[in-house]
Nanobody, 122 residues
């Protein structure tokens, strides 16, 4: 089993920045990819960004490309999501995800964190 714990959410104004963290513990050697998803009220959970634990290669949803940056620190088993130029439309619960494959959709995810709320006011 792998446990994921997110932190860093909060209330910010539009145009601000925020950094989310996700600490992984347990059988982390089994994880190939880590990523972030988000779910806004009344909407489905959607992919935000993913990163390969071994090679550090990253990829993003079009909606956040150029504004969000995912990174990882394997020594700390932690993944980060730097979010810049936040917009009210970014308001959602952000979930950390881990998978044994490339992750681009919720069905790919094997482990989920409990989520952290990000609220962007206009």
């Amino acid at each position: 089993q792998v446990q994921l714990v997110e932190s860093g959410g909060g209330l910010v104004q539009a145009g601000s920045s925020l950094r989310l963290s996700c600490a992984a513990s347990g059988r982390t050697f089994s994880i190939l990819t880590m990523g972030w998803f988000r779910q806004a009220p009344g909407k489905e959970r959607e992919f935000v960004a993913g990163i390969s634990r071994s090679f550090g290669s990253s990829y993003y949803a079009d909606l956040v490309k150029g504004r969000f940056t995912i990174s990882r620190d394997n020594a700390k088993n932690t993944v980060y999501l730097q979010m810049n130029s936040l917009e009210p439309e970014d308001t959602a619960v952000y979930y950390c995800a881990a998978a044994t494959t490339i992750v681009t959709k919720a069905d790919d995810v094997r482990y989920w964190g409990k989520g952290t709320l990000v609220t962007v006011s206009s």
